[in-house]
């Protein structure tokens, strides 16, 4: 004979959260606690110190760059061995741009660090950059040969998996970016799907940054697990 769950428990049941994903916010959601800045001077004035709050804000708990000046937000910790998630739009109405999420961040702030770049640009969320430290030396990265791309002379730049595939959704509606970094490896998935991928990479630990590069481009649910 079968007896019936009483009906607290059946509450019980249907309303209990999921259980912890071991994910942490890097973003509050309410300002930029835990986060630094930097941003290039003028031409004109390159003593000048741009305002942040000109460039990044927070609003309704999404994190929104003008992208002017060029520069990014970096976090103030380091990180080595994690799987980092986030979520990005350029506005529906724009024309997209240009952004990109600089890992193991590295040495002096400049425009721009010493890091390898998960590329945000419109429809080339995947692809991967290299950017040299202060001395121009390119960090090493094993990144399949068949996808660097031979218009770029410094051999910076590595397309994605079947780079002519749009993974991404439309401007105004949100993707997803997951990265993991384990040791000098890392991969990069958008929305669901595995874009790319580097291995023995000299450079495993450092700060995470968002760029400002141009376009207005809009974060949220950026979280981390170790």
């Given at each position: 004979?079968?007896?019936?769950?009483?009906?607290?428990?059946?509450i019980l049941v249907a309303t209990s959260t999921p259980a912890d994903d071991g994910f942490t916010p890097l973003f509050n959601g309410k300002d930029t606690t835990g986060w630094t800045f930097t941003?290039?001077?003028?031409?004109?004035?390159?003593?000048?110190?741009?305002?942040?709050?000109?460039?990044?804000?927070?609003?309704?708990?999404?994190?929104?760059?003008?992208?002017?000046?060029?520069?990014?937000?970096?976090?103030?910790?380091?990180?080595?061995?994690?799987?980092?998630?986030?979520?990005?739009?350029?506005?529906?109405?724009?024309?997209?741009?240009?952004?990109?999420?600089?890992?193991?961040?590295?040495?002096?702030?400049?425009?721009?660090?010493?890091?390898?770049?998960?590329?945000?640009?419109?429809?080339?969320?995947?692809?991967i950059w290299l950017i040299a430290d202060k001395d121009g030396r390119l960090p090493k990265l094993d990144i399949d040969?068949?996808?660097?791309?031979?218009?770029?002379?410094?051999?910076?730049?590595?397309?994605?998996?079947?780079?002519?595939?749009?993974?991404?959704?439309?401007?105004?509606?949100?993707?997803?970016?997951?990265?993991?970094?384990?040791?000098?490896?890392?991969?990069?998935?958008?929305?669901?799907?595995?874009?790319?991928?580097?291995?023995?990479?000299?450079?495993?630990?450092?700060?995470?940054?968002?760029?400002?590069?141009?376009?207005?481009?809009?974060?949220?649910?950026?979280?981390?697990?170790?």
């Amino acid at each position: 004979m079968c007896r019936s769950l009483p009906l607290l428990a059946v509450i019980l049941v249907a309303t209990s959260t999921p259980a912890d994903d071991g994910f942490t916010p890097l973003f509050n959601g309410k300002d930029t606690t835990g986060w630094t800045f930097t941003l290039r001077p003028p031409k004109d004035t390159p003593d000048a110190k741009p305002d942040p709050k000109a460039t990044w804000s927070v609003t309704d708990g999404v994190l929104v760059c003008t992208g002017k000046p060029n520069g990014y937000i970096a976090t103030e910790k380091e990180y080595a061995d994690y799987t980092l998630r986030l979520k990005w739009r350029f506005p529906k109405d724009s024309k997209g741009g240009n952004s990109g999420v600089l890992l193991h961040l590295t040495g002096e702030n400049r425009v721009w660090p010493n890091s390898v770049e998960a590329q945000l640009a419109a429809w080339q969320a995947g692809d991967i950059w290299l950017i040299a430290d202060k001395d121009g030396r390119l960090p090493k990265l094993d990144i399949d040969p068949a996808r660097k791309d031979a218009a770029n002379k410094e051999g910076r730049h590595y397309f994605r998996l079947n780079k002519d595939e749009k993974v991404e959704k439309p401007f105004g509606e949100w993707n997803q970016y997951e990265i993991t970094c384990r040791g000098g490896d890392m991969t990069l998935t958008v929305n669901g799907k595995m874009m790319n991928e580097g291995k023995n990479g000299e450079l495993k630990k450092g700060r995470i940054a968002l760029q400002s590069e141009g376009a207005p481009i809009e974060f949220k649910d950026i979280e981390i697990k170790k």
